[in-house]
C-alpha cells in the first residue's frame, strides 16, 4: 500500500521523461543515421582495406610501406612543416592577441575582423593571393627590392609553405588566446605586483601559468589542423614539401592504389586523435590549475 | 599584461608588431581583388594599368567557369537543405529533449569537424566509388552534407538555447497546441539562426574542394576544383576575377549572418519586453 502511494505521484513524470526520450530519439535519428553512413562507416572501411592484401587476406604491408623509404620522408616532411607552422602561428597568434586585448573596444572590434573574415575565404583563394604576392615580381620582392640579394626565392620551398600555413591558422590561434587571455583574473597579476614581484617575474611564475595551458591547446591544435593540410603545400612548395595529404591524393587521382592511400589516411587519423587526447589532457590540466590559483 | 610593458617604446613596438599581422593576413586577399583589376594578372604588383577583361574572359565562349559555378551553386543548395534538415532535427533532440547517449550524438556530429578532411574525402570515395556515383551532383552534395551539417547543428544548438524557453511555457499555459508554438514562437525566434546557419552551410560546401576534388569526374568539376586545376595544370588569367568574385561572395554572405542576427536579436527583446516592464511597474514607485 505504501510503495503504491510512493510510486503514484511519480508516474506521470515518468510518462512525460519517456515522451521527450521517444521524441529527442526520433529527432536524433537523422543526424545519427546520416554521419554513420556517411562519415563513421566510410571511415571503418577504409579502415578495412588499409589491412586487406589484394586477395582479399589480412596484412600489415601497406602501413610498412606507408613507414618506409619515400613514404616515411613525407611522413616526416609533414610533421616538420606541422610544427614550424604550430610554433610560428603561437608566437603571431600570442602577439596580436595580446595587442588586441588591450585595444578599445572599437578598434578591438576591427581588428578581429580582420582576424575573422579571411578564415572565411576560400583557402585556395588565400594560398592564390600569396602566390601573386611572394612572386619574383609581387608585393614583397617590390617592397624589399632595396636590400640585398633580392629578388628572394619566396616561393616553390619550404618558406613559402610555411608563410602559407601559419596564415591558415593563425585565425585560429587569435581567437583561442584571445579568449584565453581575457579569461585571465587579473587581479592575481596585480596581487603578485603588490608583493614586490617584478614584471619578469610575473610574467614566467604568474601570467604564463595561468595562459600556459591555453596557449599549448592552441598550437596542438594548429599542429592538428596543419597534418591533414593539402592546398598550400601542393601549391606552394616544391616536390621536397609533398606533405601526406598530397601524397594520399596521389595515390587515389593518379596511381589508382587505394590500399596504400588508406594506410597513410588511417596514420594521418591516428596522429590526429593522440592529438586531440593530448589537447583534452591538457585542457583538464588548465582547469584544475585555474580552480587552484583561484582557491 | 598590462603590468609587463607600460613604456611607451614597448607599446609602439607590440603595435606595430601587431599591424604588420594583421596585413599579413588581410593582404593576399586585398591584393587579389586588386590584380583582379590588373591588366597583368600574374604577379605583378602594384598594376601598371586597369582592365575588366578577366572578369569578361570569365564568360567568353568555351570558358570553363559557368559550368563549374552553376554545378557548385546546384550542389551548395542542395548540401544547405541536407544540412538545414540534419540541423533543425539534431538541435532540437540536443536542446529540447531528453536523449539517452547524448554526449555521444553530439561527438558523432563533432567528429567531421575534427578529422582530417582528407580522411572524410578518401572515405567517401571509397563508399561513391563502387556505386558508379563518381561526378554525380547528389554524391558531391552528400558528401558536403557531412563537413556543413555539424555546422549548422551547431548554429542552430546556440541559437535554441538562445530562445527563453518560458516564452514556450508561456504559449502552452495560454492553450497552444505543440505545433502552434513551433509556428509562432519558436520559429520566428529560431528563424534569424537558420538563416545563419543554412549561409554558413552554403559556404562550407561551395568553397569545399577535397571532397570535391575526390568525387569529381572530368565533366563535373566543381569552381574550387576547376580553381585548383587552373593554378596547377593551366594557365587561365580569369582564375583572379573567379578568386575575387569569391572574396566578394564570402564577405557579402558574413555581412547577411551579421545583419540577419541584428534584426534578431530584437525579436526576442520585444516579446520579452512586456514582462520587463511588469517588472519596473511593480516596483515603480521606488525606481523610477
Redesign the interface.
Known amino acids: 500500500m505504501a510503495a503504491l502511494t510512493a510510486t503514484a505521484p511519480a508516474r506521470p513524470r515518468k510518462l512525460l ?1 519517456s515522451r ?2 521517444r ?10 543515421v ?3 553512413v ?6 571503418f ?2 579502415l578495412l ?1 588499409s589491412l586487406k592484401n589484394t586477395d582479399g587476406s589480412l596484412t600489415l604491408h601497406w602501413y610498412a610501406d606507408a613507414l618506409t623509404g619515400v613514404n616515411l620522408s613525407v611522413l616526416f616532411t609533414t610533421l616538420r612543416i606541422s610544427a614550424e607552422t604550430a610554433v610560428l602561428s603561437l608566437v ?1 597568434g600570442f ?2 592577441a ?5 585595444l578599445k573596444p572599437l578598434w578591438a572590434g576591427l ?1 578581429m575582423l ?5 578564415h ?14 611572394l ?5 614583397v620582392n ?1 617592397t624589399l627590392a632595396w636590400a640585398p640579394g633580392a629578388p628572394f626565392q619566396l616561393l616553390y620551398n619550404e618558406l613559402g609553405v610555411v608563410i602559407g600555413t601559419t ?1 591558415m591558422m ?2 585560429y590561434t587569435v581567437l583561442l588566446l584571445y579568449g584565453v ?1 581575457r579569461g585571465v583574473d ?1 587581479r592575481l ?2 596581487a603578485a ?1 603588490s608583493m614586490g614581484a617584478g ?1 619578469v617575474t ?2 614566467r611564475r604568474v ?1 604564463l601559468p595561468l595562459v600556459g595551458p591555453g596557449l599549448a591547446s592552441a598550437g596542438l591544435l594548429s599542429f ?1 589542423l596543419s ?2 593540410y ?2 598550400t603545400p ?2 606552394m612548395g616544391g616536390p621536397n614539401q609533398t606533405m601526406i ?1 598530397t601524397l ?2 596521389q595515390q ?2 593518379k596511381e589508382n592504389q ?1 590500399n596504400g ?2 594506410a597513410q ?1 588511417v596514420i ?2 591516428v596522429l ?1 586523435l593522440a592529438g ?1 587526447l593530448l589537447v583534452k589532457a591538457v585542457s583538464s590540466l588548465g582547469a584544475s590549475r585555474k580552480k587552484r590559483n583561484a582557491s | 599584461m598590462m603590468e609587463l610593458r607600460k613604456t611607451l617604446a614597448g607599446r609602439i613596438a607590440l603595435t606595430a608588431v601587431a599591424t604588420v599581422i594583421l596585413l599579413f593576413l588581410a593582404l593576399p586577399i586585398v591584393v587579389i581583388l586588386v590584380t583582379s583589376f590588373s591588366n597583368n594578372a600574374f604577379a605583378s604588383f602594384p598594376p601598371e594599368a586597369w582592365t575588366l577583361n578577366w572578369y569578361k574572359a570569365l564568360f567568353a565562349d568555351g570558358s570553363k567557369w559557368p559550368a563549374a559555378l552553376s554545378l557548385s551553386a546546384l550542389v551548395a543548395a542542395l548540401s544547405t537543405v541536407f544540412s538545414l534538415i540534419i540541423g533543425v532535427t539534431a538541435a532540437t533532440a540536443l536542446t529540447r529533449s531528453e536523449l539517452p547517449l547524448r554526449s555521444a550524438v553530439y561527438a558523432l556530429v563533432l567528429g567531421p569537424l575534427v578529422i582530417p578532411q582528407i580522411v572524410t574525402a578518401l572515405g567517401l570515395f571509397l563508399l561513391f566509388e563502387p556505386a558508379a556515383m563518381l561526378g554525380s551532383p547528389i554524391a558531391i552534395a552528400l558528401g558536403h552534407t557531412v563537413l556543413a551539417s555539424p555546422i549548422a547543428v551547431l548554429i542552430l544548438i546556440a541559437t535554441l538555447r538562445g530562445i527563453d524557453e518560458r516564452l514556450e511555457d508561456a504559449a502552452a499555459s495560454m492553450g497552444a497546441g505543440r505545433l502552434t508554438i513551433a509556428r509562432k514562437i519558436t520559429f520566428p525566434l529560431a528563424a534569424p539562426g537558420m538563416i545563419a546557419a543554412a549561409i554558413f552551410s552554403f559556404i562550407t560546401s561551395f568553397d569545399e574542394f577535397y571532397i570535391s576534388q575526390f568525387l569529381s569526374s572530368v565533366d563535373t568539376v566543381t569552381l574550387p576544383v576547376q580553381v585548383y586545376n587552373s593554378l596547377t595544370f593551366e594557365i587561365d588569367p580569369s582564375v583572379t576575377a573567379v578568386s575575387a568574385i569569391l572574396i566578394a561572395f564570402a564577405i557579402l554572405a558574413l555581412g547577411l549572418v551579421a545583419l540577419v542576427r541584428w534584426i534578431g536579436s530584437g525579436r526576442q527583446d520585444s516579446l520579452l519586453s512586456v514582462e520587463n516592464t511588469v517588472g519596473v511597474a511593480s516596483h515603480g514607485g521606488e525606481a523610477v
Do not use: C, H
Request: proline share 4%; no cysteine.
Open positions: 521523461a521527450k526520450t521524441v529527442g530519439i526520433l529527432y536524433a535519428l537523422p543526424v545519427v546520416y554521419l554513420l556517411l562519415f563513421v562507416y566510410p571511415i572501411s577504409t582495406l603571431f602577439v596580436l595580446q595587442a588586441i586585448s588591450r581588428a580582420v582576424v575573422v573574415v579571411p572565411f575565404v576560400s583557402a585556395l583563394v588565400r594560398t592564390y593571393g600569396w602566390i601573386i604576392m612572386g619574383d615580381k609581387g608585393l617590390e596564415s593563425l585565425p587571455m587579473r597579476l596585480a605586483a614584471r610575473i610574467f601570467y592538428i597534418l591533414g593539402y592546398i601542393a601549391l595529404a594520399i591524393n587515389v587521382t587505394w592511400a588508406a589516411g594521418l587519423l590526429t586531440l
